[in-house]
């Protein structure tokens, strides 16, 4: 049992690892981040610092597929204290005053710990945050040298300065404007004293490590519990784990199999069979699946094969390739040849794409990747086209085109090249 801890601005690495020197430090969390294999369960994880307005955030069923692992997760000081907030119903644990403060409304929007810095180097701060500026507030109005009224105005000030220019030069130059100079004059004496007493996202973050020391010391004192009844598996979170979370380009070797095998019709249907609802609601049959989200109506179309392609439209099932199981199940007809022609053509895109920076993958038309797949398919384009997408677990010609895209050039330069020599192309 590991502690992860993802932090950056807020407490500086050197810090956590003078008071923990057994948790493992990781950037400010980030997309993805969460699905790593290095995360198990029983393992504790630390979230204070993460990525955003430049860089994809860490979305919110990220933290709970976590959970559902079997992975204890802490929020606090930073976006982690946020987060804890919002998801204390399904067994994130907040810990600080930071997550307080968010908890019981005195803060709602992430510029109250937005800290503007670098993308690379370490992650100092340049802007103070205003949870910090808070904090200074509340031991003002302690010491008398603010009044409440005195207090909330400033904040209020504060608060709509935009955060990376909230630097302590400028937050001390608004006090004073606001009236407030004894206030100023204190706050720079008590930080000459102290850089860090009003630092209460430092407090915070190595609260936080604390307590997860204590919990993965003793497994089962706090686990993580789930808010049964709500199914957050969403499509989204789907994709987000067979892109993070199952080996790499597993999806592009799905997807040549969806477009290539002549009989992956068959294997989608099985899979229906063996995983109804692609997991995502726990059913012990397609048709009950099928009835309870469509209707009894609908339930017939599993027993009728014309029919069946109405299920992947209209569920858009998404296998979890993350699931070795499923994973195995999808890819047995794979062959040892295509998994070399995948990264053939896997390849010969991104040769392409460096030598022609101009174009995309997105240039090529969908009419485009119809009339090519009709090709592959040896089906006329239209009604024809989408029920076959169907049958091969494409809810709709969009998607299938999307699977396609990356395999366009190589199978159109394979294509041509059968065609000179007089041979027939691998279709």
Known sequence: ??????????????????????????RPVRHGDLFAGSLVAEDVVVIVDGIYHHRLALRHKEILDALARGITVIGAASIGALRAAELGSFG??????????????????????????????SPVGVNVPLVNLYRAVLAACEAGVLRQD??????????????????????????????AARFADWYGRQLA??????????????????RAELLAARPGTERPVTDGGRD???????????????????????????????????VWWDFLRHTPG????????????????????????????????????LLCPLPDLADPRVAGLLLR?????????VADW????????????????????????????ARIWDVPTGQELRAECGRRGFPSLRRAADAFRPFAIGWLSDTRQAARSGGLSHV
């Open 1 to 26: 049992m590991a502690v992860h801890v993802f932090v950056g601005p807020s407490c500086p690495e050197p810090v956590v690892t003078k008071h923990y020197p057994d948790a493992v430090l990781h």
């Open 92 to 121: 994130m644990i907040g810990v600080g005053r930071v997550y307080d403060w968010y908890r019981t409304g005195v803060f709602d929007g992430d510029d109250a710990v937005s800290v503007a810095h670098g993308d690379t180097g």
């Open 333 to 341: 007809r794979e062959s040892a040849q295509d998994r070399i022609r």
């Open 150 to 179: 005195e207090g909330r105005r400033l904040t209020t000030r504060w608060e709509r300065e935009y955060y990376p220019l909230r630097t302590l030069e400028r937050a001390l130059s608004l006090a004073r404007d606001e009236g």
């Open 278 to 313: 692609s997991g995502a609601s726990g059913t012990s049959g397609l048709g009950p699946h099928v009835e309870r989200h469509l209707g009894a109506a609908a339930a017939r179309w599993a027993e009728e094969p014309e029919l069946r392609v109405r299920i992947t439209a």
């Open 346 to 373: 896997l390849e010969r895109t991104r040769r392409h794409l460096d030598t022609h920076p101009e174009r995309s993958l997105g240039q090529i038309e969908e009419a485009v990747c119809a009339r090519l797949l």
């Open 232 to 266: 957050w598996r969403t499509e989204y979170h789907r994709r987000w784990r067979n892109r993070f979370a199952a080996p790499a380009d597993l999806h592009h070797r799905f997807a040549h199999q969806q477009i290539f095998d002549p009989r992956f019709p068959e």
């Open 193 to 210: 004293c102290d850089p860090h007493v009003f630092d209460q996202k430092q407090a915070d973050t190595l609260e936080a490590c604390a």
